[in-house]
C-alpha cells in the first residue's frame, strides 16, 4: 500500500538575526491511509514547525529550505514542498484533503463569528455554495463532535463555550471537509484531564467513521501507547527513532527514546523518595547547529570522535523500525542528504 | 439590555449636570467679572466709568448675586432654549453659537473621517508590511505629525498652497463672506475644507495610525489567523475577516472621545486659518469672562464628550459579542 503522505528529509529552517535556525532538519516518515502515526517530542523538537510545513503555513521567517512532502490525492501526487505549487492550488488543499487542529482552543477561533459562521467558512471554500445545506453540515458535525443543542449553539460565540466544547468546534471545522489526513497538535495539552481523555476517543472515533490518517503530535507518551499505530521521536529538528509503537516501547533503541521511556513514572514501581530518570540538561536550542548527533551533548554512550563529528542517518534496526544512532548503524547522513559511511578508528 | 440603556442614559444626564456646574464655577474663579473687565477696557482708553454705573451693570446682568443662584437662573433658561448674553457682542449667545455650530460641526466631521480613514488605511499597510520601506516612511513622518504643532503645520500648508494659487485661510472667498447660501457658495465652501480637514485631520491621523498598527501586529500573531489560513481561506480575504476585523475595534471606540478634542483642541489652528468656528469664541469668552457664552459652550463640549463615549460604548457593543453578551 503506498502511503497517503510521504515527507523526505524535510529541512525548515527560520533565518533570524541571531542566526539560522534549523527548527526541522531532514524529517523524513510515512503516513499510511487511515492509520495515526504519533510525533512525539520534548518541546522545541520542531514538531509544530514539521506540521506547519506539511500545511506549507510556516510562518516568516521560516521557510522551508528542502525536501519533499508528497500527497497522495484522488490518484496523483501532489508535491507539498514544491515551491512552484501555486497558492490556490495549496489552499485548494489546505482544510479539504488536510486538516488541522490547534494546541490552544481557548485562542483558535476568532473571538467576533458566531461557530456557524467559522464552519461555514470552510465548507463555502471547499464543498458548497449553498448556504441551507452548509448550515446542514454545520448542525450535523456540531452534533457529531457531541455538542448538545447544535442548532442553537451555531449563533454562539466562542467565549459562550468552555475550553473542551471549543476543541469540539475546531475538530467540527477540521472534519467538516472530509479530510483525508487530520493533522493534531497537542490537542488535549491545554485542557482538564478528563476533557483531555474525551477529546481523544471523539478524535479516535470519527477517525474510525471518515476513514482519515492521523498524525498526532504529543509530548504524552500515554496518549501515543493509546492511540498511534506508529510513532516518530523527534529530538532537535530530526526523528530519531521510528517505528511501530509496540517496537518504540518494547524494544527501543536510540538512548534518547530509552530515557524517554524511562521517565515515565510507573504507578506502584517507584519507590517513595525515588528520583525520576529525568533526562540529564535540556533541549538546546537548533540554531547554528555544526554537523553530529544532536543529542550528543547529553547523550550517556557519547562515542568522541564520532557523535560529534557526523550526523547519524535513519537506519532500519528491525522490520519497520528505524534508528539514527551510531551505535546501532554507520551510515552518516552527508550535507546534501545523501548517505554514507562512517569510517571508525581501529580499537 | 433597556435597564442598561436607561440607566447608561441617566448617568449621562447627571454628567452633564455635575461638569456644568464645576465649569459655571471655574470660569468665575479669576478675581473680579465681566465689569471689571469692561472698566479696565475703557481706562485703557483713558475713560473713566464711575463706580455707581458699573454697580447697576452688575444688578442689570444679575452678577450681584452669589454663584449659586446665577448657575440656577442660567440653568433654568438653558432648559428652555435661552443660553443668556453675551457681554461683549451684546447679543443672545444662542444666536451667536448657531452662527459657528454648522461649520464647526462639518469641520469636525470632515477632519475626523480624514483622520480615521487615512489613520486606519496607514496602520494597516505598516502592520502588513512590517518593517517594510513603506512602514518606516510611515512611523517617521507620523513622529513628525505628533511632535509638531498644528498651528505651524498650518502656516507651512497655508504657504505652500498659497503659493500654488490655491484657496487660504477663512472658509469662503471674501464675495461669499456675507452673501446668502447658494449652490456657487456651496461650491467655494468645498474649495475651502480640504485645508482645515487635513490640518485637523493629520494629528488624529497619526494617532489613530499608531493604534491600528500596534492593534493589528498584535491580532495578526493571534492563533485564530493561523486556523483560518489552515482551513484554505485567501490572504488578502482572511487579513480583512479577521485580524484587521478585530483591530478595528477598540480604534471604534475611540471616534466618540475624538469629539470633543477636535472641536475644542484646535482653537490655535482655527485662529491661525481665521476659521469662524466656536474654539476661538470659547477662546475670547474666558479670557473676558463673558461667561454665559463660555458656560454655554462648555456645556456643549461636556455633552459632546458624554454622548461620544456613549456612541463609543454603542459601536463597541455592537462590534463585540464579547461584550454584548456581559
Ligand atoms: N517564528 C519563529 N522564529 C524563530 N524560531 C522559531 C519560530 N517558530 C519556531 N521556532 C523554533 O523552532 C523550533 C521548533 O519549534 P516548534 O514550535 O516546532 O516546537 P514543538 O516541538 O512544537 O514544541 P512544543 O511542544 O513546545 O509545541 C524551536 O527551537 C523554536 O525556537
Ligand atoms: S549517535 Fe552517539 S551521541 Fe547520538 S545518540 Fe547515538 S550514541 Fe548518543
Ligand atoms: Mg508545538
Not at chain 1, 41 to 57: D, F, N, Y
Not at chain 1, 190 to 195: C, G, N, Q, Y
Request: proline share 5%; with cysteine; net charge negative.
Amino acid at each position: 500500500m503506498s502511503p497517503l503522505l510521504d515527507v523526505r528529509n524535510l529541512r525548515t529552517h527560520f533565518r533570524t538575526s541571531d542566526g539560522i535556525v534549523k527548527a526541522v532538519d531532514g524529517v523524513s516518515f510515512t503516513v499510511d491511509p487511515q492509520e495515526t502515526l504519533g510525533l512525539i517530542g520534548e518541546s522545541g523538537c520542531g514538531k509544530s514547525v514539521t506540521a506547519h510545513s506539511i500545511m506549507r503555513i510556516v510562518p516568516r521567517p521560516g521557510q522551508i529550505e528542502g525536501g519533499e512532502i508528497h500527497m497522495e490525492l484522488e490518484g496523483e501526487t501532489v508535491d507539498l514542498a514544491d515551491p512552484a505549487l501555486s497558492g490556490s492550488e495549496l489552499r485548494a488543499i489546505r482544510g479539504r484533503d488536510i486538516s488541522m487542529v490547534f494546541q490552544e482552543p481557548m485562542t483558535s477561533l476568532s473571538p467576533v463569528h458566531s461557530i456557524g459562521n467559522q464552519i461555514r467558512e470552510t465548507l463555502f471554500l471547499h464543498r458548497t455554495r449553498d448556504r441551507k445545506e452548509a448550515d446542514e453540515i454545520a448542525v450535523d458535525m456540531l452534533a457529531r463532535v457531541g455538542i448538545a443543542n447544535p442548532r442553537q449553539r451555531i449563533n454562539e460565540y466562542p467565549h459562550q463555550l468552555s475550553g473542551g466544547m471549543r476543541q469540539r468546534v475546531m475538530i467540527a471545522i477540521a472534519l467538516a471537509c472530509r479530510p483525508r489526513l487530520l493533522i493534531a497538535d497537542e490537542p488535549t495539552t491545554a485542557l482538564d484531564v478528563t476533557v483531555q481523555a474525551q477529546i481523544l476517543e471523539l478524535i479516535n472515533d470519527l477517525q474510525d467513521e471518515f476513514h482519515m490518517a492521523v498524525l498526532y503530535i504529543t509530548h504524552d507518551l500515554g496518549v501515543i501507547a493509546e492511540v498511534c499505530d506508529r510513532v516518530a521521536v523527534m529530538y532537535l529538528g530530526r526523528v530519531v527513532e521510528y517505528g511501530t509503537v509496540r517496537e518504540i516501547f518494547y524494544n527501543p533503541k536510540h538512548p534518547y527514546t530509552v530515557r524517554l521511556l524511562r521517565s515515565i513514572p510507573k504507578l506502584g514501581h517507584t519507590k517513595k523518595g525515588e528520583p525520576l530518570a529525568a533526562i540529564r540538561g535540556t533541549v538546546p536550542s537548533p540554531i547554528n547547529q555544526p554537523p553530529l548527533c544532536g543529542f550528543h551533548d547529553r547523550c550517556e554512550e557519547v562515542m568522541e570522535g564520532v557523535c560529534d563529528r557526523h550526523i547519524p542517518a535513519l537506519a532500519e534496526v528491525a522490520d519497520r523500525h528505524q534508528v539514527r544512532c551510531f551505535l546501532h548503524s554507520d551510515s552518516i547522513q552527508l550535507e546534501d542528504g545523501s548517505i554514507g559511511t562512517l569510517e571508525r578508528a581501529p580499537a | 439590555m433597556w435597564a442598561y440603556l436607561t440607566r447608561r442614559f441617566l448617568y449621562m444626564v447627571l454628567l452633564i449636570l455635575v461638569t456644568s456646574m464645576v465649569s459655571f464655577v471655574i470660569i468665575q474663579l479669576p478675581a473680579g467679572d465681566y465689569i471689571t473687565t469692561l472698566a479696565v477696557r475703557y481706562a485703557a482708553t483713558g475713560q473713566v466709568v464711575e463706580q455707581e454705573v458699573l454697580d447697576a451693570l452688575r444688578i442689570q446682568f444679575g452678577l450681584d448675586q452669589p454663584v449659586y443662584i446665577q448657575y440656577f437662573k442660567w440653568f433654568t433658561n438653558v432648559l428652555q432654549g435661552d443660553l443668556g448674553w453675551s457681554f461683549q457682542q451684546v447679543r443672545p449667545v444662542s444666536e451667536l453659537v448657531a452662527e459657528r455650530i454648522g461649520v464647526t460641526a462639518l469641520i469636525s466631521v470632515c477632519s475626523l473621517t480624514f483622520a480615521y480613514v487615512v489613520g486606519i488605511l496607514i496602520g494597516v499597510v505598516s502592520a502588513v508590511f512590517q518593517y517594510s520601506v513603506l512602514d518606516y516612511v510611515f512611523t517617521i513622518v507620523g513622529f513628525l505629525g505628533l511632535a509638531s504643532p498644528n498651528f505651524l503645520l498650518a502656516l507651512i500648508l497655508m504657504v505652500i498652497i498659497f503659493n500654488a494659487g490655491g484657496a487660504v485661510g477663512g472658509l469662503y472667498s471674501t464675495e461669499y463672506l456675507n452673501a446668502p447660501w447658494s449652490w456657487a457658495k456651496f461650491l467655494d465652501l468645498l474649495k475651502h475644507i480640504p485645508l482645515p480637514m487635513i490640518i485637523v485631520g493629520t494629528a488624529g491621523t497619526a494617532g489613530v495610525a499608531r493604534v491600528m498598527r500596534a492593534t493589528l501586529l498584535d491580532e495578526l500573531q493571534k492563533q485564530y489567523v493561523v486556523t483560518a489560513r489552515s482551513k484554505g481561506v485567501a490572504e488578502i480575504r482572511l487579513l480583512f475577516k479577521y485580524p484587521i476585523r478585530v483591530a478595528l475595534n477598540p480604534i471604534t471606540s475611540t471616534i466618540g472621545w475624538e469629539l470633543p478634542a477636535i472641536v475644542s483642541g484646535t482653537v490655535i489652528t482655527d485662529m491661525v486659518l481665521q476659521l469662524p468656528t466656536v474654539g476661538p469664541m470659547l477662546f475670547s469668552a474666558l479670557v473676558a469672562e463673558d461667561m454665559f457664552i463660555a458656560s454655554s459652550l462648555l456645556l456643549f463640549l461636556t455633552s459632546l464628550t458624554v454622548i461620544g463615549t456613549f456612541v463609543s460604548d454603542m459601536l463597541l457593543f455592537s462590534l463585540d459579542p464579547r461584550i454584548r453578551v456581559n
